[in-house]
């Protein structure tokens, strides 16, 4: 069944529905994710365990003894969801140290792609990306697109540790490690900003709908924020 | 109430209902993955719903008491003793300090769980006192218990309780519903899945079970991330499945062939590697009347009967289904209505079925002859005081 708001219903089990807005990557269908996401957490339905915002998907879990099926689906068919596009979203700069020990995949994505090194860290530096969830390890910004000449498909072999704040890109996305984590995607620089505080509420300094502006800076400078933060 | 760590065990974390409500930032949930024996151990003491309990896995620690206190015990059998002196799961103790806790050879199930007045003692973060192990934050310091690490209590008294019920639900079949993204899959997927049957991999974890045996056709397409819920079963790229438990990632991408019901979670957690286990569909009404059974139990009295069934005429037994596939084991938590065995006899095969839920104590082998009036099996019947 399909909800008021456009969502289709996709039951996951007895504890869960998939509320699905379309199945390709768009900001336009990721707006509608997280206004639907803000409206249902907002309604504070009883039952309700937790909201996951995707691309285009939320994933509703539920405590089926508390709401059955149906109830939640008509709660959830009632919500008024403000489908006008949210104006803006914030714009976050990320200063990046490109290359380097920072970013050991550069030059490698660089031939790939057949561009020069500085090349891509312009085209990474151009222009905000949006960030459409975060997922993968806590705090992690899934943003993209990136422009037609940065896409690469994710490295063969992952990598079993990439330090905290690395940037990295994999298909049309980009993203940061907030902490050290195993990946396969091609890492490019380094952040020295802190991502992600477990004492913090929220714990990260961005939400899905903000966009994401990385900035090149040198080793020096990478360094002297570092030591300074 | 101080407990030391004498030696740590495989996998002794502290764990309480999960980091929930961060799942919009990818924080994955973690939390007791047996939700049933943990709820067990802290009603033994009368603790609220969210204490945080030591989860053991494995292999059990060695834990000396450090001032007088009350503790519970509940999940899988690893033969507990205190000072030498046998300590069975749905019991709570009065210890005294200087008490050795001691955990012995694994008997049945692979996660235990141990309760202290009040719940344990760590600093909350984000909410929760569990430990994420791949975050390494929350719990005893974001890591697993070590030899010489003191362990505290928030309370000093509880009372001190006692159940004769079982604290775990270990069972090799789990019930199913099909996934959210089967049409992704190849048709004709959803019953083999249903045919075949599983092994649990060493390779799995409090994130996932992973599945050996029968692959299925790997997913074509490349599909945006998704939120994944707890008893997904996804499909990854060789066809191989994995069962998404509690501390997985918050989103994932690989097509879900299907969903374990809520009721048989419990039961995912007490899996051991090297157990074959099997799916069988199940519907809605039906699962969730047997999750508000199954919610009901905790604290509540039972009277133990252990019911045999005897054979309604002579035969040959046959303990595989239709697929081949041996039917529940002794041990294992049996639902009243679930086959338990056919018995053939001049060309007429009579499946038969437990009469009552419990733990099934007894059954005769596969291929066995028996008599008129044999005893099939026996059955320990909670039954509600």
């Known amino acids: 069944m399909t909800l008021s708001f456009g969502a289709r219903v996709i039951p996951a089990g007895d504890s869960a529905v998939l509320l699905e807005f379309g199945e390709v990557v768009s900001p336009a269908i990721n707006r509608q994710v997280h206004a639907a996401r803000r409206a249902i957490v907002t309604a504070q339905i009883p039952g309700i365990l937790a909201v996951v915002p995707a691309f285009s998907t939320i994933l509703v879990q539920y405590e089926p003894c508390t709401v059955s099926l149906a109830a939640l689906v008509d709660h959830l068919d009632s919500l008024m969801v403000d489908e006008s596009p949210r104006q803006g979203g914030r714009t976050i700069e990320v200063p990046v140290w490109y290359g380097g020990e920072a970013g050991p995949d550069l030059l490698q994505v660089a031939k790939a792609l057949n561009l020069s090194p500085q090349d891509v860290v312009d085209a990474h530096t151009g222009r905000p990306f949006y960030i459409y969830c975060l997922g993968f390890s806590p705090g992690f910004p899934l943003a993209g697109m990136l422009p037609p000449e940065l896409i690469l498909p994710r490295r063969q072999v992952p990598r079993t540790q990439v330090p905290a704040g690395t940037v990295a890109i994999a298909g049309s996305q980009t993203g940061i490690y907030p902490a050290p984590s195993p990946g396969g995607w091609h890492l490019i620089g380094r952040t020295p900003l802190a991502l992600f505080d477990w004492t913090k509420h929220p714990p990260c300094p961005y939400e899905p709908g903000d966009r994401l502006l990385f900035g090149e800076i040198s080793e020096k400078e990478y360094r002297q924020w570092a030591n300074a933060g | ?385």
């Not at chain 2, 030696?7 to 924080?27: F, H, K, M, S």
């Not at chain 2, 079949?173 to 899945?193: E, I, N, Q, S, Y």
Request: aromatic share 8%; net charge neutral.
């Open chain 2, 1 to 385: 109430m101080r407990i030391r760590v004498i030696r740590p065990g495989w996998q002794t974390i502290v764990q309480d209902l999960g980091r929930t409500g961060y799942e919009a930032w990818g924080v994955p949930v973690w939390g007791a993955l047996d939700e049933y024996a943990y709820r067990w151990a802290n009603w033994l003491l009368g603790n609220a719903e969210a204490a945080a309990v030591l989860e053991v896995a494995a292999m059990g620690p060695e834990l000396l008491v450090l001032d007088d206190g009350v503790m519970a015990l509940a999940g899988a059998d690893f033969s507990v003793t205190v000072n030498g002196e046998a300590w069975h799961p749905g019991e709570a103790r009065g210890l005294k300090a200087g008490s050795e806790i001691r955990f012995g050879r694994r008997k049945k199930g692979l996660r235990a769980y141990l309760a202290v007045a009040g719940g344990l003692a760590v600093p909350k973060v984000l909410g929760s006192r569990a430990t994420d192990l791949t975050s390494r934050v929350g719990g005893y310091q974001g890591r697993p218990l070590r030899a010489q690490d003191v362990v505290e209590s928030l309370g000093d008294e509880a009372p001190s309780r006692n159940t004769k019920r079982l604290t775990m639900r270990p069972r090799t079949v789990f019930r199913v519903f099909p996934g959210a993204r089967l049409d992704r899959l190849k048709p004709g997927t959803w019953g083999r899945l249903l045919s075949h049957e599983y092994k649990v991999s060493p390779e799995s974890s409090n994130i996932g079970l992973r599945l050996e045996g029968q692959s299925l056709v790997p997913p074509r397409g490349d599909w945006p991330s998704e939120g994944m819920a707890m008893g997904a079963i996804e499909c990854v790229l060789s066809g191989q499945l994995v069962i998404l438990m509690k501390a997985r990632g918050s989103i994932g991408g690989y097509p879900v062939v299907a969903h374990v019901a809520q009721v048989d979670w419990p039961s995912l957690a007490q899996l051991v590697p090297g157990d074959r286990i099997r799916f069988e569909a199940v519907t809605l009404d039906d699962a969730l009347n047997l999750l508000r059974i199954q919610r009901a139990t905790v604290g509540s009295p039972a009277t133990i009967h252990v019911v045999q069934t005897r054979a309604p005429f002579s035969g040959s037994v046959s303990r595989m289904d239709n697929y081949g596939r041996l039917l529940p084991r002794v041990g294992e938590w049996v639902e009243s209505g679930e086959l338990l065995l056919v018995i053939e006899a001049l060309g007429v095969r009579q499946p038969l079925y437990a009469g009552e839920s419990g733990e099934l104590v007894s059954i005769v082998n596969d291929g066995a002859q028996v008599s008129y009036q044999e005893v099939l099996w026996a059955i320990r019947e909670e039954r509600d005081a």
